[in-house]
């Protein structure tokens, strides 16, 4: 079984970062994980600043120092319920998402968590700029949590159902079994969909030579014993699997059923099946990620799933 032994939680101190603290916190308590929660300024050493002319004066700004940066962090365990003694604490300087992935590789952390939200100024996490970044660059998985995910204390944080997304590439098979882990840890019911695009989008001509009912019947045939394969060896014991297999394209198809599952999580890879295909990340995670009202565990191919004994 996959396990979680560190996360790491970037936050911006907005009010919308409590709930990625509250989801960060309690899959710490399902995993009986470490977390440490970061905050990154610019820089903590004063800066000289020019009213506008060559030869005006300098002026020195003075930035927030790392200890009030670190008491405002203690500020949002407390908003969000985290209890202190659950988190380490750390304010670094540099530019945001090359200091939350070296962090992440510094203290060897195995789930990064951050928010799809932010706010106006230099260390905004928006989608499109720090967090579509850290979902290209994480060496670990990235549980991103959007802003209209339910607003919870970590004890309230439920997964009753999750949605993994499977196309069968290394990636997908990887996020598999971060699916199957969590379902356990948070006794979820787990659905596995597989998307079958080809032919989804338009009717094939009239010249057409072959049947194409009977052939999309055997498209679905095929994919449901290969998730069927897949999971077979997984031990039923408290764990409720469903497959499906829908037609059309992949990301609406996805957010289609964790919307009509009441899913509480989406599980997917982050890399496709290369050929003709867009990557994953370009295309189908993409628009997920941006889409989704739950959140969204991303999973990389490079991603080396530890396996418990």
């Keep these: 079984m996959v396990e979680f032994k560190h996360l790491l939680c970037p936050i911006d101190l907005s009010e919308l970062s409590l ?55 203690r500020q949002a365990l407390d908003a969000a319920g985290v209890p202190a ?52 660059k994480s060496s670990c998985p990235v549980l991103t949590v959007p802003p209209h995910a339910p607003e919870r204390q970590p004890t309230d944080v439920a997964m009753a159902h999750i949605l993994c997304a499977i196309d069968f590439s290394p990636a997908s098979l990887q996020a598999f079994g971060f699916a199957i882990g969590l379902a356990r840890r948070s006794k979820a019911s787990l659905t596995v969909l597989h998307s079958i695009e080809w032919l989804a989008e338009q009717e094939p001509p009239e010249t057409a030579t ?59 890879g982050a890399q496709g099946r290369g050929g003709h295909l867009l990557p994953a990340f370009g295309s189908t995670t993409n628009h997920v990620v941006r889409a989704a009202s739950c959140p969204v565990l991303t999973v990389h191919a490079a991603v080396v799933a530890e396996e418990a004994v």
């Design 85 to 136: 003694a659950q988190a380490t604490l750390a304010a670094e300087e540099g530019e945001v998402t090359a200091t939350i992935v070296d962090q992440c590789v510094a203290r060897h952390c195995d789930l990064l968590v951050v928010g799809t939200h932010g706010r106006s100024g230099f260390d905004r996490l928006l989608l499109g700029s720090v967090t579509e970044k850290l979902l290209r």
């Design 210 to 268: 072959f049947n194409v009912p009977e052939f999309r019947q055997q498209l679905t045939t095929n994919a449901l014993g290969q998730l069927d394969a897949l999971v077979a060896p997984e031990p039923r014991a408290g764990l409720e699997i469903q497959t499906l297999v829908a037609f059309g394209r992949a990301h609406r198809e996805i957010l289609t059923a964790a919307t009509n599952a009441g899913a509480d999580l989406i599980v997917m």
């Design 19 to 73: 709930r990625t603290l509250a989801y960060a916190d309690a899959i710490a308590k399902w995993y009986h994980a470490r977390l440490t929660v970061l905050h990154v300024v610019p820089t903590f050493e004063p800066m000289e600043v020019r009213a506008g002319g060559l030869f005006d004066p300098v002026q020195f700004i003075q930035p927030v120092p790392r200890e009030e940066v670190l008491e405002q962090l």
